[in-house]
């Protein structure tokens, strides 16, 4: 799990000047970053620009009524088109604001397919006068930076009540690197085929329907390598040697990036035959993707060929983040989930989020009620599966729980002997992860050598992704939809097994997570649902049972 640190403040106040009247829309503090040099004027910069939407009530009240399995519009997913005519700014808006960039100078401007982001260009000198604000350098031992030199930004009143959120401006992440280690014993058994014993795959499964697909996203330069892709199939899934990911944006295979590797790599395996493709942004002043939602999310919004399925390693916790990006962030979850496209997203690796303070601090976006949030877990195969202590997890301080998962939740909090002390998370707050995989001594290939060990729930997000591509598959070919929006589906599941039988998940009851100086215990891994590993791991063969059987078919949408 890659972490993207930055403290925003949103100040929502006007600021009188004597030339303009000003909105301040998001102020940030700088972590591990070094101002430098002031921008030159004619630098070029790029920036997203995220228009409010319409009838937000109305789309997710058709989430639910697509992604609920009881629902008669389970499956009945919306197109890029309906999602747009139902939610996007009036055209006046657009008009409005693409007017208003040409006028101040951008050099690109372009609007997203759903009308509702628009990508601009301006040299730094223009983007000053945009944003009253001057750019500048910030530099780490690896990244070069342009930024608001004083991390705040303004727009004038005439656009404001226009935009949501602009990307490309006070943004400065702090980068947490994957745990790597030598491989533990047994070897090699958290590899491909180890995993697929673990999760019940029978031997020879393969998807093989030309509809399906899915991927994984990088960001912070973060590239794969098709060499050690090869490597790693060679070594640990003969049978894939030759297949190959596609790329949707930039790569550098020649500079790959531990957890881009990673991703490619067990996404692939563990959904063998699946369409595979590596999604990177390489806008300007991104250096891939610094505001990796922000970004990603717009050129999601921009296609119509967009995977089923997608896995993302990367977060920030809530506290350093504004409640509106936030918002946004799950507003474009949304829009996704009505589409019939599931994005999961690794929970964190750091334990119920203690920084030393009287609250834990959760992990976004695995609080963020419209997206699949993975756990971690350790152990192997012939051993028990336990919570991986590092596997983040808790409650959402900013969304509150949600109805899909009230009831699993609420068993879960009246244990109340068995919790960490009450007065450090909110009772009533969103809970994740939603469900959980391996996360401990994975081993993967980079720079051409194989059996380096690495731990951290980036690798049980794409472990998990690869599962649903072979559920999707599974459904694609007798005519039935994606999957879509995984976690109503997948807590009706949880809630309607009478037996530990007839459990779709591997029941994880064993651990806790860690919370080093926030009182005396972690969240535990209990029965059911628990702020550690969720639901449980996957059991491929109890789950393709479970999503084949509750909706007619119907033709593919």
């Known amino acids: ?112 397919k759903s009308r509702d982001w628009i990508y601009a260009e301006f040299s730094a000198g223009a983007a000053s006068l945009v944003f009253n604000t001057e750019f500048c350098h910030y530099e780490t031992a690896k990244y070069d930076l342009v930024r608001s030199c004083n ?93 190959t990911m596609g790329t949707k944006g930039h790569n550098v295979p020649s500079s790959p990036g531990l957890e881009a590797n990673l991703d490619t790599q067990y996404i692939m395996a563990m959904g063998d035959g699946v369409k595979s493709y590596f999604w990177s942004d390489d806008k300007k002043n991104s250096i891939n993707n610094q505001e990796p939602w922000a970004s990603f999310l717009a050129m999601v919004a921009n296609s119509t060929d967009t995977p089923k399925l997608f896995s993302m390693s990367y977060g920030d916790q809530e506290n350093t983040l504004t409640k509106s990006y936030m918002d946004r962030v799950d507003t474009e979850l949304v829009k996704l989930g009505t589409r019939g496209i599931t994005m999961m997203s690794a929970s964190g690796d750091d334990g119920t989020g203690c920084t030393g303070g009287d609250k834990f601090q959760p992990n976004f976006p695995g609080t963020a009620p419209h997206i699949t949030s993975v756990g971690g877990t350790s152990g192997a195969l012939g051993s028990t599966e336990r919570a991986a202590g590092l596997s983040a997890g808790g409650f959402s301080n900013i969304f509150p729980r949600q109805s899909y998962q009230e009831a699993a939740v609420k068993r879960y909090l009246a244990q109340k002997s068995k919790l960490p002390e009450a007065s450090y998370f909110n009772h009533s707050g969103r809970g994740y992860p939603d469900i959980a995989a391996v996360a401990e001594n994975v081993p993967i290939c980079e720079n051409g050598g194989c059996g380096l060990g690495v731990s951290g729930t980036s690798c049980a997000s794409p472990t998990f992704a690869g599962v649903i591509g072979l559920l999707n598959d599974a459904r694609l070919k007798q005519g039935k939809s994606s999957l879509g929006f995984l976690n109503p589906l997948f807590y009706h599941l949880a809630s309607g097994a009478e037996t530990e039988a007839e459990y779709p998940f591997n029941d994880i009851t064993e651990g806790a997570s860690y919370s080093a100086g926030c009182g005396r215990r972690g969240w535990p891994a209990l029965q059911g649902w628990d702020a550690v590993t969720g639901l449980g791991s996957p059991d491929y063969t109890k789950l393709v049972k479970a999503v084949m059987a509750f909706d007619k078919k119907r033709k593919h949408h």
């Open 151 to 243: 991390l705040t930004y303004s727009l004038p009143d005439e656009i404001s009540s226009l935009v949501e959120y602009v990307a490309g401006v006070a943004l400065l992440p702090q980068v947490r690197r994957l745990k790597v280690e030598k491989l533990k014993k047994p070897m090699g058994s958290n590899d491909p085929d180890g995993l697929r014993k673990l999760y019940n795959i029978p031997s020879g499964t393969k998807a093989t329907d030309s509809k399906n697909s899915q991927a994984v996203t990088g960001f912070l330069d973060q590239w794969y390598s098709k060499t050690d892709l090869q490597a790693f199939f060679k070594r640990y899934s003969p049978s894939q040697v030759g297949q």
């Open 1 to 112: 799990w890659i972490l993207f640190e930055s403290m925003f403040r949103v100040l929502f106040v006007s600021l009188l000047c004597a030339v303009c009247s000003a909105t301040v829309l998001q102020r940030a503090e700088t972590l591990k970053w070094q101002k430098t040099l002031a921008s030159e004027d004619s630098e070029n910069l790029g920036f997203y620009f995220a228009l409010y939407n319409r009838n937000l009530g109305e789309l997710k009240k058709i989430l639910m009524e697509v992604s609920e399995p009881l629902s008669p519009r389970y499956g009945h997913h919306l197109s890029l088109d309906q999602v747009t005519e139902l939610v996007a700014p009036e055209d006046s808006v657009i008009e409005e604001m693409v007017g208003w960039l040409s006028l101040k100078g951008a050099s690109v401007v372009e609007v997203t």
